[in-house]
T-cell receptor
Framework: DTAVSQTPKYLVTQMGNDKSIKCEQN?????MYWYKQDSKKFLKIMFS???????INETVPNRFSPKSPDKAHLNLHINSLELGDSAVYFC?????????????FGPGTRLTVL | AQSVTQLGSHVSVSEGALVLLRCNYS??????LFWYVQYPNQGLQLLLK??????LVKGINGFEAEFKKSETSFHLTKPSAHMSDAAEYFC????????????FGDGTTLTVKP
């Protein structure tokens, strides 16, 4: 009955590879997010989708491409992985994407690029 | 634009002592303010939030925070620290035209000594 789930939890790969991270929420929320947390634990938003529509697209390399097949899922595909992509990636969701909405976070995916 | 400053990247207290984690915000519109906690190897979870109702907000695990507009602050307190409070704490602000986009502070690591 996990509210926001991500797979995989750990991902170790070589530079130049392409990988995907999947996220699912069973809260019935309309809005989903991807965050990147670096080694200093700084948290930065990458993307936000509301009901499958891209709402927030921060300054992120276009090697990163989010895809939302339905409002319960938001996947993140990363092409040509670089060393600097190593981080923990968090998926989150909120009810309607409003300013007062609480965000519910997944457990994170730790990506290590060798 | 909105921003959050968390004063003190590391705070250490003894078990049973007062916990005070500082957060100052900058916002051109009435803000919504949040405190999230991140336990080791987990995602963030909401401790409490301010949404323009009562200025003193009570959260989970005995934490509370007071919104002070004159000081642009939203400091987090707990009267008596417990070992289980050791975690990373993030203050966040949202509101205005960037509805749904929360800007997070850099985090404060709380250590609790026995």
């Amino acid at each position: 009955d996990t509210a926001v789930s991500q797979t995989p939890k750990y991902l170790v790969t070589q530079m130049g590879n392409d990988k995907s991270i999947k996220c699912e929420q069973n809260l019935g929320h309309d809005t989903m997010y991807w965050y990147k947390q670096d080694s200093k634990k700084f948290l930065k938003i990458m993307f936000s989708y509301n009901n499958k529509e891209l709402i927030i697209n921060e300054t992120v390399p276009n090697r990163f491409s989010p895809k939302s097949p339905d409002k319960a899922h938001l996947n993140l595909h990363i092409n040509s992985l670089e060393l600097g992509d190593s981080a923990v990636y968090f998926c989150a969701s909120s009810q309607a994407g409003g300013s007062a909405d609480t965000q519910y976070f997944g457990p994170g995916t730790r990506l290590t690029v060798l | 634009a909105q921003s959050v400053t968390q004063l003190g990247s590391h705070v250490s207290v003894s078990e049973g002592a007062l916990v005070l984690l500082r957060c100052n915000y900058s916002s051109s519109v009435p803000p919504y303010l949040f405190w999230y906690v991140q336990y080791p190897n987990q995602g963030l979870q909401l401790l409490l939030k301010y949404t323009s109702a009562a200025t003193l907000v009570k959260g989970i695990n005995g934490f509370e925070a007071e919104f002070k507009k004159s000081e642009t602050s939203f400091h987090l307190t707990k009267p008596s620290a417990h070992m289980s409070d050791a975690a990373e704490y993030f203050c966040a602000v949202s509101g205005g035209t960037n509805a749904g986009k929360s800007t997070f502070g850099d985090g404060t690591t709380l250590t609790v000594k026995p």
